[in-house]
């Protein structure tokens, strides 16, 4: 079945450590995005990449770093810089950035600072 | 600023019960309005895509709605079950610069008790 793979379920953070969520899909989709989820607050965009070797910042990017080398492959670092980083965190990706046909969701990493 | 808001926060309804979800968004030059599911700790299911042209899309018991002139898209379940217990949400992707970006609301938390 093609879908998007987030891993790990569960990640616990030491406060000064960076850590990097894992997002892997096999739809064969161009486009890929990171979202951070918080009670009350909605989902937030963090960053987007529309291609491989290319990606954006979208509206919380401070503290977090990306990269895609692979097109399958958009792995999230959660740097030592941001300051509150835990949340759930979720990937998706869409057919190209316009997504004319709709985003498909990973089941997202809980992210806890311990 | 696209800004979406989702009433009600929250709904408690009987099995069986019909029900309307409400979205709605600040601008109006939207490409298209997602509709998703999650349920607890879970990541997005998707329920419906209305294009921007499109008026409504069907998919079994759930019926979405879009009226971008007055910036609204509804959401109506028929005959509704305890399986259809979770949290809904609407996500407006705005054309332009912003292709490929969603801007979510909260949420509504439906709850439905046999």
């Known amino acids: 079945d093609g879908g998007i793979t987030q891993s790990p379920k569960y990640l616990f953070r030491k406060e000064g450590q960076n850590v990097t969520l894992s997002c892997e899909q096999n739809?064969?989709?161009?486009?890929m995005y990171w979202y951070r989820q918080d009670p009350g607050q909605g989902l937030r965009l963090i960053y987007y990449s529309q291609i491989v070797n290319d990606f954006q910042k979208g509206d919380i990017a401070e503290g977090y770093s990306v990269s895609r080398e692979k097109k399958e492959s958009f792995p999230l670092t959660v740097t030592s810089a941001q300051k509150n980083p835990t949340a759930f965190y979720l990937c998706a990706s869409s057919p190209t950035l316009a997504a004319s046909y709709g985003y498909t969701f990973g089941s997202g990493t809980r992210l806890t600072v311990v | 600023k696209q800004e979406v808001t989702q009433i009600p926060a929250a709904l408690s309804v009987p099995e069986g019960e019909n029900l309307v979800l409400n979205c709605s968004f600040t601008d109006s030059a939207i490409y298209n309005l997602q509709w998703f599911r999650q349920d607890p700790g879970k990541g997005l299911t998707s329920l419906l895509l209305i294009q921007s042209s499109q008026r409504e899309q069907t998919s079994g018991r759930l019926n979405a709605s879009l009226d971008k002139s007055s910036g609204r898209s509804t959401l109506y379940i028929a005959a509704s079950q305890p399986g259809d217990s979770a949290t809904y949400l609407c996500?407006?992707?705005?054309?332009?610069?912003?292709?490929?970006?969603?801007?979510f609301g909260q949420g509504t938390i439906l709850t439905v008790h046999p």
């Open positions: 739809l064969n989709h161009d486009a």
């Open positions: 996500a407006a992707n705005a054309g332009g610069t912003s292709y490929g970006k969603l801007t």
